[in-house]
């Protein structure tokens, strides 16, 4: 006996199963959209502590800032976990400044909050 010749009871009713696509699909979207929002404010701040850096004080706050983008972005690894394959976290931000640019990962993680910020939120709010 195939799948195909398995009484009708048995099987999930078209219906919710779409139901549950449609659950699922809606979950995806606004775990991103809030991602999304965060990222935005992770960008703020950082470009806060770019124009600060021309006074001098952005020295200062620079680390809190990429702590802030590490933040978000773990959050975000967290998010996506939960739906597929665990997503490891790299290494703590480097203190020194220096040493955090040259961090392979907080580039990647720089560049992220800039995509996930502006085209994110973007498709988040135009679905």
Do not use: Y
Not at 10 to 29: G, K, N
Not at 109 to 115: I, K, P, T
């Amino acid at each position: 006996m195939s799948t195909h010749d398995a009484p009708r009871a048995t099987r999930p009713w078209p219906a919710i199963a779409r139901a549950r696509a449609a659950l699922d699909a809606l979950d995806h979207l606004v775990g991103g959209l809030g991602t999304a929002v965060l990222a935005v404010a992770a960008l703020l701040w950082l470009l806060v502590t770019a124009a600060l850096f021309l006074v001098g004080v952005g020295v200062f706050i620079t680390p809190t800032a990429l702590r802030g983008v590490r933040i978000v972005a773990n959050r975000e690894r967290t998010r996506l976990s939960r739906w597929g394959r665990k997503i490891l976290e790299p290494e703590p931000v480097p203190a020194q400044l220096r040493a955090a640019v040259r961090d392979s990962a907080v580039r990647r993680e720089l560049c992220w909050v800039v995509c996930h910020a502006s085209l994110g939120l973007f498709l988040g709010l135009s679905r």
